[in-house]
């Protein structure tokens, strides 16, 4: 959002500097506190949105949109509104004001108009509709010039690569994958030394947070697939312990995996709980890849997870393996469903399993999905 306000900005000096001959020096005056506490205001809504906030975020925009309708802001809020919206699950109301913004805004605020592109991506995504999710990331990669580098060159190659993975378009997700890392090397060698822990942590959320909204047994496989390319940024945000973009990483991944567990849990049928499990503990496998090895200490963001992901693991071979079966799995068939394999990593040793009929539900907190506003 800053890029908006250094935008909405530089064309309400724009203005000033063409009516500056007409105004009094009280009048010009009068103007820039006008100016400041406007922008005190979208400050203010912006911080109540990243504290996932997502109601009290919404009437503060709005409720400047009803006061301001005139205010170089006013699109800024817009926006605004529609992240909350996004926020609290209402995902075509979202779209719909993203696509209202974007029309709005591109000829005087094309920052504003890519920034709506991109964060109908979100949108889309959770509405489970692949091929508008693509056309709003390929949109906004066209005027990408007006999105801060790190969302054209590294967030957004990264969200195309987890859609065309999950559609089993290897090539192409390779592809964007390769240019997402590339986005990313070439961001940090330009900051430098300026490069922040919070700013990474903060992209790497972005490049690696994907919907489970409209996840199933039907597309659970698909969904695995694109997991796959993108869930290493949210371990590599939790490897930076930053204290606000840390923890939502790690809430993120165990959000995902409860939600993989989930369909594994209530699949109606032996032969599909085998097949979702199967997928599950590829993924999980591909994750204890990027665990600390032996050495190394985790940082609590890390070792939460890890911790986590064990007792899913464990859950998941119970519920493949465990006395529940009506018919054991001969060894070929644990072959041909990927359930059987050598030196995988066992489990943690927690609770006693009658004290743990389930998988928990992670602590709530809001995910605060990064605004990039």
Known sequence: MKLILAASLFLLSGCASLFGDRLTEEQQIQVQVQRASEEAEILNAEKVLEKGRYEEAGILFRDFQGRRSQSVFYQSARLGEAQSLEGLGRYQEAADLYRDIYLKTLKHQPEIAALALYRMSFAYEALGDDLKTVAALLDAKRIGEHLPVEVAQAEIPARLAAVY??????????????????GITKVMAEKGPQVKADWLAKTYVQMGSVSTNQLSADNFSEFVQGQKWVQVYLIKAMRLNDSTWSPRAQTKLQETYRDLYTQVESAKTREVQNRLGGDLFDLMDQADLYRPIAGQKMNSYEQAFFVYLSEVRKKTEKQIYGSGETMSLTEESQKL???????????????????????PLPPKVVPEEDPNL
Do not use: T
């Not at 999950?166 to 390769?178: M, P």
């Not at 359930?339 to 004290?355: C, I």
């Open 165 to 182: 993975g999950r559609q089993g378009r290897d090539a192409e997700a390779i592809a964007y994958l390769n240019d997402a890392e590339k």
């Open 337 to 359: 469903n990927s359930l059987k394999r050598s030196g995988r990593v066992k489990a943690d040793s927690l609770l006693p399993e009658e004290k743990k009929p389930s998988i």
